[in-house]
């Protein structure tokens, strides 16, 4: 039986690489039985900027709200972004800033060094383009765009296993290399 696989493109353009990864994904899970759905952050409508911190409620925009029901919806996540500056793109961190709130994602509890984790029962997979080796970005760089995501947000909430699959350099790559990323990512979504 079919999982509900929810996509998250966090590059700001739909014709990326990422985009391209995002695209295979979503084909490919739906293909193997999946039911699925796509968020694209560059074409949703919101503040990437949470104003006042965790101060002042900030309204949620109709693109923010429908996307936590997506993620509700969701047993398994596929987030695909490429890695900037060694982290997430702005794109994406404003999105969870916004998104991932207390009381949808978390909830802290008097008294406990830890939150209560609100959207356990989910697993997650990180498809991340880099312009950096991956060997390079794992052993040198020690991956903060991917331990952030994974750890620091990801399973903070509750969402495990999260899987990692990284693709570069992308800077200078091939038809021929990218073919064989695609097939990859295509692998990756039949076995979600």
């Given at each position: 039986?079919?999982?509900?696989?929810?996509?998250?493109?966090g590059?700001?353009?739909?014709?990326?690489?990422?985009?391209?990864?995002?695209?295979a994904?979503l084909?490919?899970?739906?293909?193997a039985?999946?039911?699925?759905?796509?968020?694209?952050?560059?074409?949703?409508?919101?503040?990437?900027?949470?104003?006042?911190?965790?101060?002042v409620?900030?309204?949620?925009?109709?693109?923010l709200l429908?996307?936590?029901?997506?993620?509700?919806?969701?047993?398994?996540?596929c987030?695909?972004?490429?890695?900037?500056?060694?982290?997430?793109?702005?794109l994406?961190?404003?999105?969870?800033?916004?998104s991932?709130?207390?009381?949808?994602?978390?909830?802290?509890?008097?008294?406990?060094?830890?939150?209560?984790?609100?959207?356990?029962?989910?697993s997650?997979?990180?498809?991340?383009?880099m312009d950096t080796?991956?060997w390079?970005?794992?052993?040198?760089?020690r991956m903060?765009?991917?331990?952030?995501?994974?750890?620091?947000t990801?399973?903070f909430?509750?969402?495990k296993p999260?899987?990692?699959?990284?693709?570069?350099p992308?800077?200078?790559?091939t038809e021929?290399?990218r073919?064989?990323w695609?097939?990859?990512?295509?692998?990756?979504?039949?076995?979600?």
């Open positions: 039986m079919g999982k509900r696989i929810l996509v998250v493109l590059h700001p353009s739909n014709d990326s690489f990422c985009g391209a990864i995002g695209d994904y084909a490919a899970a739906a293909l039985g999946h039911e699925v759905r796509q968020l694209r952050l560059g074409g949703l409508d919101f503040d990437p900027i949470l104003r006042h911190g965790y101060s409620v900030q309204p949620l925009e109709a693109d429908e996307a936590q029901a997506l993620i509700q919806w969701a047993e398994h996540l987030f695909v972004y490429p890695i900037w500056w060694g982290g997430v793109p702005a994406l961190k404003g999105f969870l800033d916004r991932f709130l207390p009381g949808f994602a978390f909830k802290y509890k008097a008294g406990a060094a830890f939150p209560e984790q609100l959207l356990k029962g989910r997650a997979q990180m498809l991340v383009t080796p991956p390079y970005f794992k052993w040198v760089y903060p765009g991917v331990r952030q995501m994974r750890t620091t990801l399973e909430c509750g969402i999260v899987r990692t699959a990284a693709f570069g992308i800077l200078g790559s021929k290399q073919a064989a695609l097939e990859r990512v295509r692998a990756n979504a039949a076995a979600a």
